[in-house]
């Protein structure tokens, strides 16, 4: 049987295939189709490991699972700020070998969109991968490892993103109920620059 991580990669890689080409004349839009595509592989995958226990590695995530509420400030590259509020979720899928997280935002200029994600551990890799696809019709991989309370996922584009630079999420558990977070641009000199950072606080 295919690790739980490979066997998602291998729905997404056909999900990215079909965004790609999405129909503008779709009766759904491309951020339905795709929820609903992915959350189809989440739940037949997750169903045929339902007895699978979860692995040591995502139960190192466990202290995500719940429901947070972000205050972000994202800084735009002419160096305007802009702030952010979302509700964050994380669950677990039956088996244990997935983590769905879902948002809801909206910013200080009165945008407001989601995404969601999908998190699992490879075991060829030896990293955690997250595949997330947002309300704009994008997707995005990340990949990377969980050293102590620290979270570090190094981010590549997939669809609708150009020229993206390279770029580097982490997440910092603070306590049971806090964890902060930032996004960096990995400059030519190694020396970060980052373009948002928030906190998270627990609502349950």
């Not at 739980?4 to 080409?21: D, K, P, R, T």
């Not at 994380?90 to 769905?100: D, H, L, N």
């Not at 969980?146 to 570090?152: E, I, K």
Request: aromatic fraction near 6%; charged fraction near 25%; charge should be positive.
């Amino acid at each position: 049987m295919r690790s739980a991580c490979a066997a998602v990669a291998a729905s997404v890689a056909l999900l990215v295939v079909g965004m790609a080409s999405c129909s503008k004349n779709s009766a759904q839009s491309p951020a339905q189709s795709q929820d609903q595509t992915l959350d189809a592989a989440l739940e037949a995958a997750a169903a045929a490991r339902a007895n699978v226990p979860m692995s040591a590695e995502m139960s190192q995530l466990k202290f995500l699972l719940g429901t947070w509420k972000r205050d972000m400030k994202q800084i735009e590259l002419k160096g305007k700020t802009v702030t952010v509020s979302s509700t964050e979720s994380w669950k677990t899928m039956p088996g244990g070998q997935y983590i769905r997280h879902t948002a809801e935002w909206k910013n200080s200029e009165g945008k407001s969109g989601g995404q969601m994600s999908m998190v699992c551990y490879d075991p060829e890799l030896k990293k955690y991968r997250i595949f997330q696809f947002d309300s704009d019709g994008r997707a995005i991989e990340m990949i990377g490892e969980m050293q102590g309370p620290r979270l570090t996922l190094d981010l590549k584009p997939l669809v609708g993103f150009k020229d993206m630079p390279q770029t580097r999420m982490t997440m910092v558990k603070v306590s049971d109920d806090a964890l902060t977070g930032r996004l960096e641009l990995i400059r030519p000199d190694d020396k970060p620059l980052t373009i948002s950072e928030w906190t998270d606080a627990r609502v349950k």
